[in-house]
């Protein structure tokens, strides 16, 4: 059972516009969200965080959307630069630490 | 920001062999740590959390005889794959959770690729 679902396996952006990567779940009790950016052979990299009592949470070119009716939300990076291109996993948790990761995108930034 | 280290980055070994993975807070102390393991295109999936002082806890369908974790200090936990399998091969993560004011993160570690023969 995947708790927390990233539908689109990958996203083709051109550099300068906005890449929008999405991120549903299914759990209403998730009280904290993440996104990690990761290269290949690589750990994780923490990008930006959302607590579920917000919507909105920017840092910077990122900005996270978080719509709870909807159990959906969402990674802006505006405008997208090539050294974005990397898989983007979404990560949820409930009420401890440990985290439970989305699918993954892979995103792709071309000149 | 907060380093997690791993040690070694990658490891080949003889299928019955035992391996283990070493995962450091390097700036900061961490009484959580996790393991991770990630499969060819698919997600991260977590094996177990590591309490220093106290016995991990597995997540289900993870075999804790065969995947040993140790928190010995603040800043290290160790990951004991034991009699090694082929199926064992894969990359394995480790993170550390800081606890920062009122923020809380996981700063994951770069990764060991295991490739059992």
């Known amino acids: 059972d995947q708790q927390v679902k990233q539908n689109s396996p990958s996203l083709s952006v051109q550099e300068g516009r906005i890449s929008i990567l999405n991120c549903d779940y299914t759990?209403?009790?998730?009280?904290?969200f993440l996104w990690y950016k990761k290269y290949p052979a690589e750990g994780p990299t923490f990008l930006i965080s959302?607590?579920?009592?917000?919507d909105k949470n920017e840092d910077g070119r990122f900005t996270v959307f978080l719509n709870k009716s909807a159990k959906h939300l969402s990674l802006h990076i505006v405008p997208s630069q090539p050294g974005d291109s990397a898989v983007y996993f979404c990560?949820?948790?409930?009420?401890?630490?440990?985290?439970?990761f989305g699918t993954g995108t892979r995103l792709q930034v071309f000149p | 920001g907060a380093v997690v280290s791993q040690h070694p980055s990658w490891v080949i070994c003889k299928s019955g062999t035992s391996v283990k993975i070493e995962c450091r807070s390097l700036?900061?102390?961490?009484?959580?740590m996790f393991w991770y393991r990630q499969f060819p295109k698919q997600s991260l999936m977590l094996m177990a959390t590591?309490?220093?002082?106290?016995?991990?806890?597995?997540e289900q369908g993870v075999e804790k005889d065969k995947f040993l974790i140790n928190h010995a200090s603040l800043t290290l936990s160790t990951l004991t794959v034991t009699s090694a399998h082929p199926e064992d091969s894969s990359f394995y993560i480790c993170?550390?959770?800081?606890?920062?004011?009122?923020?809380?993160?996981?700063?994951f570690g770069p990764g060991t690729r295991l490739t059992v023969l």
């Open positions: 590591s309490n220093e002082g106290s016995k991990a806890t597995y």
């Open positions: 993170s550390a959770h800081r606890t920062s004011g009122t923020t809380d993160t996981q700063y």
């Open positions: 990560a949820a948790s409930l009420n401890t630490d440990k985290l439970i």
């Open positions: 959302i607590s579920s009592i917000k």
């Open positions: 759990n209403s009790m998730f009280d904290y």
């Open positions: 700036d900061f102390q961490a009484t959580t």
